[in-house]
């Protein structure tokens, strides 16, 4: 069983697009907001591609794009051992 360093919850940013209360570019904001505070970045030895991801997930524009960049950061937050809770 993996263990993890920290788990950051995104469920309900993520049922606030489902709900349509956010566009794509504003949950990409709200998440990467989210995914600043918490944490994070002083556990990852690999703090400029961090901060990579989180610019480009702030410029998504839309689903295709903003799935691209959440598939690189699943990547670095596997081999970080962060869980990202999206349900």
């Known amino acids: 069983?993996?263990?993890w360093n920290q788990t950051i919850e995104l469920g309900d940013l993520v049922q606030q697009y489902k709900n349509q209360q956010v566009d794509i570019s504003e949950l990409a904001e709200l998440v990467a907001e989210r995914i600043k505070r918490s944490g994070?970045?002083?556990l990852?030895?690999?703090p400029d591609d961090f901060d990579g991801?989180?610019?480009q997930l702030q410029n998504v524009e839309d689903r295709?794009?903003?799935g691209a960049v959440f598939d690189e950061i699943y990547d670095l937050a596997d081999s970080d051992r962060?869980?990202?809770e999206t349900s």
Request: no cysteine; hydrophobic share 45%.
């Open 53 to 55: 991801l989180l610019a």
């Open 1 to 3: 069983m993996p263990q």
């Open 44 to 46: 990852t030895p690999y």
């Open 64 to 66: 295709q794009g903003y």
């Open 40 to 42: 994070w970045r002083q």
């Open 82 to 84: 962060v869980w990202i």
